[in-house]
């Protein structure tokens, strides 16, 4: 039977004192290090999942309908808090994001054995076969499965105006948002093989369409030749600013002293994990960054799994959704196949 199991069972405060009792022993021969020891240690569950966004709750759903005990930590950071509106998620095309996320606490919430906290975890250390979570708070946590679905954080190019457009009309994805800014006068701002991909794919949703390479252009003969066959302009120079109204993006202006108007511009920028907790513990990452894990969301140390923005590239709120279920569901199979 599974800790949520056990504690239906028992009623709570029988279950609390039995279980401080286990967790007591089971102490002595954890090998914590001395910040971890220095604390009090808590209760046991079967998962936790660090990160509660959207894959976060999702696997919290599917293992709280599984009985099994879960903790859900996140720190409230979630990628799309910059955008207004969130679309393309079917049945909450044109919400806000928070009220996604606020819908989306409330149905866990159901769940009694799942508990929802907010917090920031700032270690993740596996014992034998058991991790060991630590809050910045100092408290800590022991489980047996551990989710990673902590996002990644885009890191905002020094282009003034940049960051204040994020989100609303400097975009990261034409599916998101290509519709809302369809046909209006839109940039990409990228070079190479990307801003040709993009270009192709972006002219899609407008026929005014412009390359910003800020700087000399990477593109080859071919690309340009296409490019120019499709009337897509390619500017070279050195952007020095966005201007924008509240958001809004209104023209770009170069250091040459040129500017241009555009409205909408699509740029992908650099990012990094969330969090090097997964790293920290040994999980593999892909050459891009993200966390490798198999088609159950496994990572590459056993018992940990990782979902959402930290996996993958196609960046959806419905892909992240979908991804969080199945981690959940697999983390739920395993603790079955292993205890069967
Ligand atoms: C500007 C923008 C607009 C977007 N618009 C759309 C859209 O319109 N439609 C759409 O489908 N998708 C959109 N997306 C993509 C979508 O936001 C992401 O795919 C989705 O948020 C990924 O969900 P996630 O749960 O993996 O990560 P996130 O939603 O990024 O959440 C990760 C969570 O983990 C928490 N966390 C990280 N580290 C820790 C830690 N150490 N301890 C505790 N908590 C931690 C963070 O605080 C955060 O709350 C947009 C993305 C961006 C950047």
Redesign the pocket.
Known sequence: MNAAGHQALMGRRTFLQQFSALTAAAIPHLSIDSKVNSKRMKEKFDAII?????????AAMALGRALRKVLL???????????P?????ITHDGKR?DEI?TLARQQVAKYSSVQQVE????STEKVEQEFIVG?DTGDQFVSTKLI?????V?LMPAIPGFADC??KSV???P???GYEVRNTRTGILGNGDYAFDFGSLISNWTRELIIFTNGPATLNEEQKSKLDQHHIPVVEHRIKALHHDQGYLKSISFENGRSTMVSTLYARPEFKQ??N?PAQLGCELTPEGYIKTDSSHRTTVPGVYA????VTRL???????A??TVAGMMANKDLITETF
């Open positions: 660090v990160g509660g966004s959207y894959a976060g709750l999702s930590i996140d720190a409230g950071k979630p990628a799309n808090r910059f955008t509106y969130s679309h393309n998620f994001p996320a917090g920031f975890v700032v809050l990673f679905a902590t996002g990644i885009d994020w989100g975009l990261h994805c599916y998101c948002h969330h969090t907790l979902c959402g923005d930290n960046r959806t709120v419905s892909n992240a959704v991804m969080g």
